[in-house]
């Protein structure tokens, strides 16, 4: 592993964009109606947080792409190109979790051409060691 590289962790989460009513008040026999303009039912969010692994004075930097539906191989290597850029050719350690897209034939054919980047897999069933984790808690609560 590069020593002066960005350690960046990445984690996708879907959300429903259909508002949730747990109760409201009406008039007797009057039904109430929730009008909405969102025409996605779903949609996924990709957040990557970067540490730099030798200078933590720079501060961490969070990556965040959003778009309906579900996230794919070819999905998640169109955020990996963004996040490129945003990293603007410095080295970056990725590290996520075992989805097979991540991991796919696809991918690992992708990243082999990548000399910016190197994959890392955390632990199955270990959630807790993915600060992105945290990020969508506070999203959802």
Known sequence: ????????????????????????????????????????????????????????????????????????????????????VFYRGEQVVLVWDGLSAHWSRTMRAWVAEQDWLTLERLPAYAPELNPVELLWSSLTT
Request: hydrophobic share 35%; net charge positive.
């Open 1 to 84: 592993m590069n020593t002066r590289a960005w350690i960046v962790f990445l984690d996708e989460s879907g959300v429903s964009l259909l508002p949730h009513i747990r109760r409201t008040y009406s008039s007797r026999g009057r039904t109430p109606l929730l009008r909405h303009r969102l025409n996605w039912k779903r949609a996924s969010m990709a957040g990557a947080l970067g540490y730099h692994s030798t200078d933590p004075d720079r501060g961490a930097r969070l990556c965040f792409h959003l778009k309906p539906g579900s996230y794919d191989t070819a999905a998640l290597i169109e955020v990996l190109e963004q996040m490129k």
